[in-house]
């Protein structure tokens, strides 16, 4: 880990390791009272239900959670003090000597699915001495109840995955926050290039299908597509709906020429998050609804609304791994050009053949790779986005 610097500022940073109240009873009672964690669980009964719903870190396997806390910790220009905000038996004395730190950072793991806790310690966030900043993790889920915490805890400073111009928008009601572009970058030292190149998989993708609740089917019809047609297209695809740990996912996009992928996120945010809890809601007493349905009965009214298409983890982990990308056509935060950093497929598939055509070239593919590795090594690493934040710390810590 590098060397801290000389008037490095401490920092409170607040993590979790899984969503809900059965989290922090469990982090609570077994992790901090008990001494019980995952890892001191006999390997033999790491499968039980206990073991893997009580005590596992459910977080594990999402690498952006772990290349944004690994960034942060490692930052020279902070001394961080990391706290499992579940495990209440050293979250809660933490807060209330909260005057101590220079500065509150709260990771996405612990502002993302679950936020009824940190409303619940809204106040003791209000004796802090220094700036706060807030990762939002998932924004377009429980955006009110998100929206009620930056706003009883003061939260200076929302760092947000949007598009700066939506995120300001959508964050406008927060008055005492500003807005900092915080997209997710690349972990070059996890995501990097095969030492020898050993491709054997044409286009593949791993990772869940969206829910209907977002308002879109585009990257579902997308992989779909390519399941059903990539004989015919003469590609070895593979694409699956499992998950994967940090590993297994570089594995797989070494041996992979190109990825698959759409923007993250909704068309439909609101201020308030209206839209977003009315479509979940909706999708819930109507599993078979079709997407027609969902935005017939939830998007149709008078809120109004912007678009929270944004770019992903998942779209800079294989620019590491050197391999081309098949996106749909979109904005990518303005960092992704089309044609450059990737090969653009329309979102009415339309010219797929085409967009094949261009990938199945060697030069062309190797081509794209390599000005999408450049474009993100000089400017889009976890490193830069740390730096932006510190700067911004450091300009409210004066």
């Known amino acids: ?4 610097l000389s008037g490095a500022l401490r920092a409170l940073v607040l993590s979790a390791d899984g969503p809900g ?3 922090v009873v469990g982090d ?4 901090g009272l008990l001494g019980l964690t995952y890892e001191r669980v006999p390997a033999r009964l790491r499968s039980t239900w206990f073991a893997r719903k009580v005590l596992a870190p459910e977080y594990a396997r999402l690498g952006y959670v772990l290349d944004w806390r690994d960034a942060i910790l490692a930052a020279p220009e902070l001394d961080c003090h990391l706290i499992n905000v579940s495990d209440l038996t050293r979250s809660l004395p933490a807060l209330k000597a909260i005057r101590k730190y220079d500065c509150v950072i709260v990771l996405h793991s612990a502002f993302g699915d679950f936020v009824a806790l940190l409303q619940r310690l809204a106040p003791l966030f209000q004796a802090r001495r220094g700036p706060m900043f807030a990762f939002v993790g998932n924004e377009y889920d429980q955006m009110s109840g998100k929206f009620a915490f930056l706003r009883s805890a003061g939260v200076n400073l929302v760092g947000s995955q949007l598009p700066l111009d ?3 928008w959508l964050y406008a009601r927060c008055s005492a926050s500003t807005v900092i572009a915080m997209p997710h970058a690349l972990n070059p030292e996890m995501y990097n290039p095969p030492p020898k190149e050993n491709r054997t998989i044409d286009v593949g993708f791993i990772g869940s299908r969206y829910p209907l609740f977002i308002g879109d089917t585009e990257r579902n019809r997308l992989l779909s597509y390519f399941e059903e047609h990539g004989t015919r297209l003469g590609l070895t695809t593979s694409i699956s709906a499992t998950t994967q740990d940090r590993a297994g996912w570089l594995h797989f996009l070494q041996h992979t020429c190109g990825i698959l992928g ?4 909704t068309y ?3 201020q308030e998050g209206a839209l977003m809890r009315s479509a979940k809601a909706y999708c819930e007493r109507f599993p078979e609804a079709t997407l027609q349905e969902v935005v017939a009965e939830c998007f149709s009214g008078q809120i109004e609304y912007r678009s929270g298409k944004a770019i992903s983890s998942r779209h800079f982990e294989p620019i590491g791994a050197m391999a081309c990308q098949l996106l749909l056509e979109g904005r990518y935060n303005g960092i992704l ?4 950093h990737y090969i653009a497929i329309d979102r009415d598939l339309g ?3 085409e967009a094949v055509r261009q990938f199945r070239d060697l030069g062309v593919r190797r081509q794209v790779a390599s000005q999408a590795y450049a474009h993100v090594m000089g400017a889009h690493t976890y490193r830069h986005r740390v730096q932006h934040m510190v700067q911004a710390l450091d300009a409210l810590s004066s």
């Open 28 to 31: 609570t009672v077994f992790g």
């Open 262 to 265: 759409a923007e993250a996120g």
């Open 21 to 23: 109240w059965r989290r």
């Open 1 to 4: 880990m590098p060397k801290k």
């Open 337 to 340: 050009t089309a044609g450059q």
């Open 166 to 168: 939506v995120a300001q």
């Open 351 to 353: 010219n797929v053949d």
């Open 268 to 270: 439909y945010l609101d």
